[in-house]
């Protein structure tokens, strides 16, 4: 079946620092690729997508590559602010079929001012 | 905008208790879906519905039951409250399931606990 891999539980930051968030996916179809960001008492919105391989998304300063070759899609920002801290959620939705996402495990991000 | 609105916030049952929570939304949307998110085990699909009246089981339905009774509502129970089931559980609907990729839109959720 299909899975999502965030390898990191938690990252740390401080403003204006660069931000990583590692994710690798497994699936038999052309996948559409998301991030989801929950921020403190919220539900998970979308932040990002990409449905075609090769291209990147772009959305409030992050950027994310749906990169077939490798199966990546990391979440990278330049610079963060203290108002990113939230958990961040990869997730795919098969090509085909009923729009059923599968989630990553999450990655939360802390960034002290 | 619309909205999504999942009722209770917190919903408290003992051991072995049949426990429901709802879920309203204005979007008009075809499809609802029901999540469970553990910390650290990410967002896990219960149940889903394409239109009223459909569900579809998703990986996590065993010990759960779902409704659609009408477009706008979709609500989950619990069949018998177990204590490793404290969670929180988040509904979202999207505009329609067979265009796969579209934006899913989540309520704030609804926190289990079971005593």
């Known amino acids: 079946g299909d899975s999502v891999t965030q390898k990191q539980g938690q990252v740390t930051l401080s403003e204006d620092d660069f931000l990583f968030i590692n994710c690798t996916y497994s699936t038999t179809t052309y996948p559409t690729l998301f991030w989801y960001v929950q921020y403190p008492g919220q539900g998970p919105q979308l932040l990002l997508k990409v449905t075609t391989a090769n291209n990147k998304g772009i959305s409030r300063g992050f950027e994310a590559t749906y990169d077939k070759g490798t199966t990546s899609f990391h979440l990278q920002k330049a610079s963060v602010q203290e108002s990113d801290s939230a958990v961040y959620f990869c997730a795919l939705v098969e090509g085909s079929g009923y729009n059923k996402l599968t989630f990553g495990k999450g990655t939360v991000l802390l960034v002290s001012p | 905008g619309g909205i999504i609105t999942q009722t209770p916030k917190f919903l408290i049952g003992q051991e072995g208790q049949k426990l429901t929570l709802k879920c309203q939304q204005n979007?008009?949307?075809?499809?609802m879906y029901w999540y469970r998110q553990d910390s650290g085990k990410g967002l896990r699909l219960i149940y889903y519905?394409?239109?009223?009246?459909?569900?579809q089981k998703g990986d996590l339905s065993e010990g759960y039951d779902a409704s659609r009774e009408k477009k706008s509502s979709f609500s989950l129970t619990v069949t018998s409250a177990q204590k490793n089931e404290m969670a929180v559980f988040l509904c979202a609907s999207s505009i329609e399931a067979s265009n796969s990729g579209n934006t899913l839109y989540f309520g704030e959720g609804s926190r289990l606990i079971v005593v």
């Open positions: 979007f008009n949307h075809d499809t």
């Open positions: 519905s394409i239109t009223e009246n459909d569900l």
